[in-house]
């Protein structure tokens, strides 16, 4: 049984910092492209990060390049998202995703509609 479990989400003021992390269960953690998503309140979800650890590769949005880092434990079975310089845009409800290998490239990281798995979610307000 799969399963993917959010954390580390809150609030925090603009300009602030948070690690967001992803513990997952019942598969194969590093044959998988992972990634996170985000949905803020009436607008679509989208595609924030992804890592295929097994090829060094990662995909980031570009509202979020430079400022987001992705990265994952394979000894914890956990995924992580490193959100430094969090912007009033940056609030929403992050979902860690998982799913087959051949998602991990352009563009297709970011299709939600590709991914196998995902968790509830934790949720990200900031205040300016």
């Known amino acids: 049984h799969v399963r993917l479990v959010e954390s580390g989400g809150g609030s925090v003021q603009a300009g602030g910092s948070l690690r967001l992390s992803c513990e997952a269960s019942g598969y194969t953690f590093n044959d998988h492209c992972m990634g996170w998503f985000r949905q803020a309140p009436g607008k679509q979800r989208e595609g924030v990060a992804a890592?295929?650890?097994?090829?060094?590769?990662?995909y980031y949005a570009d509202s979020v390049k430079g400022r987001f880092t992705i990265s994952q434990d394979n000894a914890k079975n956990t995924l992580y998202l490193q959100m430094n310089n969090l912007r009033p845009e940056d609030a929403a409800m992050y979902y860690c995703?998982?799913?087959?290998?051949?998602?991990?490239?352009?563009?297709?990281?970011?299709?939600?509609?590709?991914?196998?798995?995902y968790g509830k979610g934790t949720l990200v307000t900031i205040s300016s």
């Open positions: 890592i295929f650890a097994g090829a060094g590769v990662t």
């Open positions: 995703t998982a799913g087959g290998i051949g998602r991990c490239r352009d563009p297709y990281w970011a299709n939600f509609g590709g991914v196998d798995y």
